[in-house]
């Protein structure tokens, strides 16, 4: 019988202990809200914007569409008391990318997710200045033309490994202005903006 009630006490901490748990309004702790220049390469649209590339290796046109745009205060985690402003959304294309980023205390990530690539793009926004973390390189460009069109103030990240690479470059206010792709050292893709529509 002992035994028995000892059996049941395990089973109602184990319940106890698997149900998701809130955290308590009075202990959340808000973080700062992205800084604006962040947003302003990364998040300054909403869903029905879009970009129109022509790949100038295969000459093919292709669209990328923003969907499933969300940003809110809090936490990835159940129970987690540190709220952050977050930030999400898709561009759906021939390829989907996934955006995600935080903002902490004392800085933003953004993270860019490739379908079907190995790679990720990770960016950092810290002292109001911009970070690629690792061997990834990060440049701010004054300005640089794509199909004749001038973009001024543009971001540049490289990241590169195992024979693939991406490299993509942001305007302010726009977005992705231009992507190429590296596989087993060749470039295979090279996404360069015709026009766009933000909403």
């Not at 300005?143 to 302010?172: D, H, M, Q, R």
Request: charged share 25%; glycine share 8%.
């Amino acid at each position: 019988m002992k035994k028995l009630i000892i059996f049941f006490v395990i089973v109602l901490i184990t319940i106890i202990s698997c149900k998701r748990w809130d955290c308590p309004e009075i202990f959340i702790k808000r973080g700062r809200a992205f800084n604006e220049e962040f947003i302003s390469y990364f998040a300054n649209f909403k869903d029905g914007s879009y970009w129109v590339y022509k790949d100038s290796i295969s000459g093919t046109i292709d669209t990328l569409k923003l969907q499933n745009f969300y940003r809110t205060f809090g936490s990835e985690f159940p129970g987690d008391c540190e709220y952050h402003d977050l930030i999400y959304y898709d561009l759906i294309g021939s390829d989907t990318i996934r955006f995600s980023a935080e903002a902490y205390d004392d800085k933003d990530d953004g993270r860019f997710d490739f379908q079907n690539s190995i790679l990720g793009v990770y960016i950092k926004y810290i002292n109001n200045e911009f970070y690629a973390p690792g061997k990834n390189k990060l440049d701010k460009i004054t300005s640089i033309n794509v199909l004749g069109e001038n973009y001024y103030n543009v971001i540049k990240y490289e990241t590169y490994g195992y024979g693939y690479g991406v490299t993509i470059y942001f305007a302010p206010k726009i977005g992705l202005i231009q992507l190429d792709c590296i596989e087993h050292d060749v470039f295979v893709k090279s996404l360069k903006l015709i026009s766009y529509e933000i909403r």
